[in-house]
């Protein structure tokens, strides 16, 4: 599985690896899909409960991609994120996520197991859904409106990657552009 788009004005999709590549270099949005299905180990497929031990394996098992990726970017620090229902006040979580918003750093993920969408403003001011699924690898340019949230399935594990951690922090975007789903 690679991701997909859904423009939110039309509902029209786009799907297949090159067309999905193609639409996001157009919007400025960095993609990149990684064969993290043969890099994982397998106890830790499909796991969302990682201690900190479980989260350094990931880490270094995926460290050729993430040193790959910090040389051409600039990320200096990386981390593991999991959400899952064990994730305490998972709900007011996801309230407080979905709210449109920038960085003045790109925002990078990579998703390691379950699933994610990204909500991004695109070029021409609509909005777009990228959901993205294991070993989709995806940057939201600084700047640029976007928020993250769940899929039904309600559970993922990404890597993140940072420029300057210090410097990321959420600045609210007021959109009357924007349409909820
Ligand atoms: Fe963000």
Known sequence: MVAYVRIRNTGEEIRGEDQVREFLNRNEVYYDHWDVDRKLPEALKGKFDLSDAEKDEILQALQEEIQDLSRKRGYVKWDVISLSESTPNLDELLKKFEQVHTHTEDEVRAIVSGSGIFIIKGKDGGYFDVVLSA????????????????????????????????????????????QQA
């Open 135 to 178: 070993g989709d690898v995806i940057s939201v340019p600084e700047g640029n409106p976007h928020f993250f949230t769940l899929t039904d399935e309600r559970k993922v594990v990404a890597v993140r990657l940072f420029i300057d951690p210090a410097g990321w922090v959420a600045h609210p975007y007021e959109d009357p552009a924007f």
